[in-house]
């Protein structure tokens, strides 16, 4: 299948692990397609049958300012070809700021909501607080999730 992978980060976490979750899935036999600072017109060129959203949170629990063109597009245009795709979010935060705990992630699967994007398994949060490895965190929601794909 092939996956289209997006990323909004801060200080380049979320994009680790969404270069990391593109190689996961790519040994999972799946082809991914992933550039940081992609826009809408790149990802539809590739065609996805599926897409990943990786984001941190900044501020007050907003997009990331690179991933903010992309989010918007996709908001303002609701690409037909994205309807009905499976999808899955990963959404990084620090529990410690708990009005604000991966509010990107959950801006992103609300935007897939309103486009159509099925999400195939809940949105994994990934907690800087806890833990400092979230590409190895991420692995076991990633294992699902490209197994879920291949259903």
């Given at each position: 299948?092939?996956v289209?992978l997006?990323?909004?980060?801060v200080?380049?976490t979320a994009e680790?692990v969404?270069?990391h979750?593109a190689k996961?899935l790519?040994a999972a036999?799946?082809?991914?397609?992933f550039?940081p600072r992609?826009?809408?017109?790149?990802l539809l060129?590739?065609?996805?049958q599926?897409l990943l959203?990786?984001?941190?949170?900044?501020?007050?629990?907003?997009?990331?300012?690179n991933?903010?063109?992309l989010y918007?597009?996709l908001?303002?245009?609701?690409?037909?070809?994205?309807r009905?795709?499976?999808?899955?979010?990963?959404?990084?935060?620090?529990?410690?700021?708990?009005?604000?705990?991966?509010?990107?992630?959950?801006?992103?699967a609300?935007?897939?909501?309103?486009?159509?994007i099925?999400?195939?398994?809940?949105?994994l949060?990934?907690?800087a607080?806890e833990?400092?490895?979230?590409?190895a965190?991420?692995?076991?929601?990633?294992?699902?999730?490209?197994r879920?794909?291949?259903?």
């Amino acid at each position: 299948m092939r996956v289209a992978l997006f990323s909004g980060s801060v200080y380049g976490t979320a994009e680790d692990v969404a270069r990391h979750a593109a190689k996961q899935l790519e040994a999972a036999g799946h082809s991914c397609y992933f550039d940081p600072r992609g826009d809408l017109t790149a990802l539809l060129a590739h065609h996805p049958q599926a897409l990943l959203g990786v984001t941190s949170t900044t501020g007050m629990g907003e997009i990331p300012d690179n991933l903010l063109p992309l989010y918007s597009e996709l908001r303002d245009n609701l690409p037909a070809a994205l309807r009905g795709l499976p999808g899955g979010v990963i959404g990084l935060g620090d529990s410690s700021y708990s009005d604000s705990f991966c509010a990107g992630g959950e801006l992103l699967a609300e935007l897939f909501e309103e486009l159509g994007i099925r999400q195939i398994q809940p949105m994994l949060r990934l907690d800087a607080s806890e833990s400092v490895t979230p590409e190895a965190d991420a692995e076991p929601w990633l294992e699902a999730f490209a197994r879920a794909l291949a259903e």
